[in-house]
């Protein structure tokens, strides 16, 4: 990997007060060393109450080049897009076009041997479909392009058994995001992102949104962050490096559970839209930003588009996150302080990181610790220790360890996977989340921490 330190091009920071001004330092300290230790390298926008109170781009749109970022570069938002797809079947239901509780079978007809799966259980990620990638990877010829008509066209096909009935659990599903981005192409008679531009994107003034397959409809972007990753001999490339069988390459067609490009000015746009009436009033955004009641009566933690938090410290939060083809994103609504947190990021390497939790800390004015934890690197076989189902008496739920490539994940029961960064000490952490895991292999436990949680689980 090439050592040298990227120039920082400076943003306006808008202030207002001495208190904004103080959390405007702090943030910008915590941005810049995180940019110093290599660790960032994006655009970030932090608001309250809609009044931008940090604003800053960190490193290069692209890496090649040494071209800078600005506050108007624009960049893929991977899975934050999701939020667009469930916001364009929300007007689609709006508008008398679709119910959320009729079965997808009415709008694709092909996927008719899945009866009991609804457009709602898309929406909420509680329908049991296999992931579409998995298959793909499998299955798909990688010299073609896959759009969202050949998972139609491969799920008809293949008929791949849901993972679980309907409303039975939780589990994130591209797959489901995927199919709500053809729903929404079907019955609007439009491409899904000229949808999205009539609907919302226009509607909105965001001048600088819109969806773009960089791979499959290749055109200019003038501003455009391209994204880069890390490859397996250190070396940050163009994801495109790795060969047309790459995942990013040849699943570029697809829309829906990606796709959406933009600013982290319009997505400031986008935010403060979602506290008026224009696209939406406040019966719909009630179902938008609330979990949905399982089989057996647990409610989730995702809406529509939207990861739903209750913290007693900060309250109601609705945020989300993506990853994808080098870009690393998020945003957070904190719905009941009206703090805004987005942070779009080009560059995804094994020491990237998004340091929402302290970015939120220093929001509320709470006290930040710099950790003093070093990146660990671990051998396959010294990954396979840590695998395993924890859990504990006075724990309500099991944390099953499991292992992808050379990552590990976490899973908590009923829950999403999600990554393990790896530091020394058999210490592994979830930063969004504020997870950490410390395992003892020795005596086969692992300590789980979250902010004040704190338990001892033992491996089954």
Not at 173 to 195: C, H, M, P, R, W
Not at 235 to 240: E, G, R
Request: charged content about 25%; cysteine-free.
């Amino acid at each position: 990997m090439n050592k040298f330190l990227l120039p920082i091009l400076f943003s306006v920071v808008i202030t207002v007060n001495a208190q904004e001004k103080t959390k405007a330092d702090k943030l910008d300290s915590l941005f810049t060393k995180n940019y110093e230790d290599k660790i960032f390298n994006g655009n970030v926008l932090i608001a309250e109450k809609g009044k931008i109170i940090f604003q800053k781009s960190f490193g290069v749109a692209d890496y090649e080049t040494k071209r800078l970022l600005n506050n108007a570069t624009i960049f893929e938002l991977a899975s934050v897009s999701k939020q667009f797809t469930a916001m364009g079947i929300v007007l689609l239901e709006k508008q008398g076009k679709l119910k959320y509780d009729e079965p997808i079978s009415k709008f694709i007809p092909e996927l008719s041997f899945y009866k009991n799966i609804t457009v709602r259980n898309l929406l909420n990620h509680t329908g049991g479909l296999p992931d579409y990638i998995e298959i793909f990877s499998e299955k798909w010829d990688k010299s073609k392009f896959a759009t969202n008509k050949d998972i139609v066209t491969e799920f008809s096909k293949y008929k791949p058994e849901i993972l679980f009935q309907p409303n039975e659990k939780y589990e994130y599903s591209n797959t489901g995001y995927a199919l709500l981005g053809y729903i929404i192409e079907k019955v609007s008679g439009q491409s899904f992102g000229d949808y999205l531009e009539a609907n919302i994107f226009k509607p909105l003034g965001m001048k600088n949104t819109f969806v773009y397959r960089s791979r499959f409809q290749p055109k200019v972007v003038e501003n455009y962050a391209k994204g880069f990753i890390e490859n397996d001999f250190g070396l940050i490339v163009s994801p495109d490096a790795l060969g047309k069988s790459f995942l990013s390459y040849y699943l570029d067609g697809i829309v829906g559970d990606g796709m959406v490009n933009s600013t982290t000015e319009d997505l400031l746009k986008w935010d403060r839209s979602l506290y008026t009436d224009k696209l939406v009033n406040e019966k719909d955004k009630a179902i938008i930003f609330q979990g949905v009641k399982l089989n057996d009566g647990k409610m989730t933690d995702y809406g529509f588009g939207w990861q739903i938090a209750e913290k007693k410290e900060y309250g109601k939060i609705a945020a989300h996150s993506g990853g994808w083809a080098g870009y690393t994103t998020y945003i957070e609504r904190n719905l009941s302080k009206d703090q805004t947190i987005i942070i779009l990021q080009n560059i995804d390497t094994s020491k990237t990181e998004i340091p929402v939790q302290n970015a939120r800390k220093i929001l509320n004015n709470e006290k930040i610790f710099v950790t003093t934890l070093k990146k660990g690197v671990y051998s396959d076989k010294e990954l396979d220790q840590f695998l395993g189902i924890y859990g504990a008496e006075n724990y309500p739920m099991k944390i099953t360890i499991s292992k992808d490539g050379e990552n590990l994940y976490g899973q908590a029961t009923g829950q999403g996977r999600f990554p393990l960064q790896a530091f020394e000490n058999n210490v592994f952490t979830f930063d969004d989340a504020g997870i950490k895991f410390i395992f003892n292999t020795e005596k086969k436990e692992m300590l789980y921490t979250q902010g004040k949680i704190k338990f001892l689980l033992k491996k089954e």
